[in-house]
């Protein structure tokens, strides 16, 4: 680092190999952060949020007509047969909950590594979290048939006198999801707070001021509310790093701990770990992305090499997925056990054209082996089209793994006899298409009426914040260019 001296400034220069482009552009002050933030929750409500917003309410209303018709109905109007007794139901489940991950993953792990790059998608990360649980919390409840009864997943006393069964999966999953809900709701609203009381400052009408003021529990932004919100913030970050690994690695005890080919493998927990963090950081660039071009403001906090970053995680983790299936079919060929070796080469690859859905298994490889392996080279990672055409291949592929699990594996399991093949029926593709206008329609009025980036959180990663950064025009200080 080659330093220069004048009478009154030390100069300090990074080399310009060493130099790193700054998390928010155009060297940006903390005024123009609060203001560009602010201003998407206080301006007017832009035509094409309702353009967006309807049909999602439309696809939402949809999606819960369906499953009160299925309720109402029962299990039977689903495609599920003898032997898929689970299908989309629990495809889509482990879909959405795979979807949360990247959230708790940038909020915990990436803040207590110190990685600030965090800051500007952490909020979008952390609402995105708690809107596909809400989604993947659907299923499990309906596809129990008997809804009313679902109570009795939780270890509370009933009439009845029965305990629920402690060794079934289904139970795992209920305190696996709802603890990674409470503590995610507590994570997004801890670190909203801030943000909540500028906004309630800045309020022009009473409404406004009054509910955001509420929300903003009298915060004031004194030493004493800030030393208590970064210890609250850390010891949340410090219970939500396991909760990264263990509500996924839960999930998959679903399937790991039944003797069914394909399912009977030690190899699902961080399989299935690395392919929700790969999701994931795939679904927050898909909503992210186009965020940026809606309000071009985010873009100065949103920048490429934030993009760039994410693109390498899903590299990396979609890398991990990639040896997670090519280990599965090297250990049923290695295992010697006919059933594995039948499932994966016969009912998934097809290799003697037995497989009921080995284009499946296809369509998987393709969108999450092959299609994150342009993120080696640097133009495809700062080319957004093509990295938004990617995660769109990731979102369609991890969907296409989570079937290709399930429905593979039970349509033709030990017994030819008792093959059968499955298809979805109206029912349960429009309940699915409607669990996306719920995401959607959540995650739109997050947009439109709280901040969608963490603004405190920005503002400490600006040379403006730092105290032995250079102020121009004062002619005092230390100037470092980064």
């Known amino acids: 680092m080659a330093t220069t001296t004048t009478d009154s400034v030390v100069t300090l220069t990074t080399p310009k190999e060493l130099q790193r482009e700054p998390l928010v552009a155009n060297n940006r002050g903390l005024s123009w952060i609060t203001n560009n933030v602010s201003a998407i929750s206080e301006g007017p409500t832009p035509f094409w949020w309702w353009v967006l917003f309807l049909p999602c309410v439309v696809l939402a209303t949809i999606g819960t007509l369906c499953i009160g018709y299925q309720i109402s109905n029962g299990v039977g109007v689903w495609g599920e047969n003898h032997p898929n007794g689970w299908a989309w139901d629990i495809t889509n489940f482990v879909f959405w909950i795979g979807i949360g991950h990247a959230g708790t993953l940038i909020s915990a792990i990436l803040f207590l590594t110190r990685q600030k790059w965090r800051t500007s998608i952490n909020r979008a990360a952390e609402a995105m979290t708690l809107f596909a649980v809400v989604c993947a919390g659907i299923f499990p409840g309906i596809h129990v048939g008997r809804v009313w009864m679902a109570w009795f997943l939780a270890p509370v006393p009933n009439a009845n006198g029965i305990w629920p069964n402690f060794r079934s999966p289904l139970l795992w999953d209920v305190f696996a999801v709802s603890t990674y809900f409470t503590v995610s709701v507590l994570f997004w609203y801890t670190g909203l707070v801030p943000d909540l009381a500028t906004l309630r400052d800045r309020a022009k009408s009473r409404v406004s001021k009054f509910l955001y003021g509420v929300f903003a529990l009298g915060w004031r932004g004194s030493n004493r509310n800030w030393r208590h919100y970064e210890m609250a913030y850390l010891l949340l970050a410090g219970i ?3 909760l990264v690994l263990s509500v996924h690695s839960v999930v998959s005890f679903d399937f790991a701990t039944s003797v069914i080919p394909g399912w009977h493998t030690t190899i699902f927990p961080p399989y299935f770990v690395a392919g929700a963090i790969f999701g994931g950081f795939a679904m927050v ?10 309000y071009p403001q985010l873009r100065e906090m949103i920048t490429r090499g934030h993009v760039d ?5 899903i590299l990396l983790t979609g890398t991990i997925v990639g040896y997670a299936y090519l280990m599965e079919l090297f250990i ?3 295992s010697g056990n006919p059933y594995e070796k039948f499932t994966f080469f016969s009912a ?7 497989g009921y859905y080995e284009w499946a298994y296809y369509v998987m490889m393709t969108c999450n082996v092959l299609s994150p392996q342009i993120f080696w080279f640097k133009w495809a990672r700062n080319n957004l089209i093509i990295v938004f055409i990617v995660c769109q291949f990731v979102n369609v592929g991890m969907w296409f793994e989570r079937f290709v699990i399930i429905v593979t594996s039970l349509a033709q399991d030990f017994l030819p006899s008792s093959w059968g093949h499955y298809s979805p029926s109206w029912v349960e593709i429009w309940t699915f298409i409607g669990t ?3 995401f959607l329609s959540l995650f739109l009025l997050f947009m439109r009426f709280l901040p969608m980036i963490a ?6 990663v600006t040379p403006e914040a730092d105290p032995h950064a250079h102020i121009p025009g004062s002619g005092v200080g230390i100037e470092a260019h980064h």
């Open 348 to 354: 998934r690859i097809g290799w003697d054209g037995k």
């Open 455 to 460: 603004m405190s959180e920005v503002k400490i």
């Open 285 to 294: 660039l898909t909503i992210l992305l186009p965020a940026s071009i809606v």
């Open 240 to 242: 939500s790093t396991p």
């Open 436 to 438: 996306f206008g719920i």
């Open 309 to 313: 970053k994410m693109a390498k995680i």
């Open 332 to 334: 049923a060929y290695y």
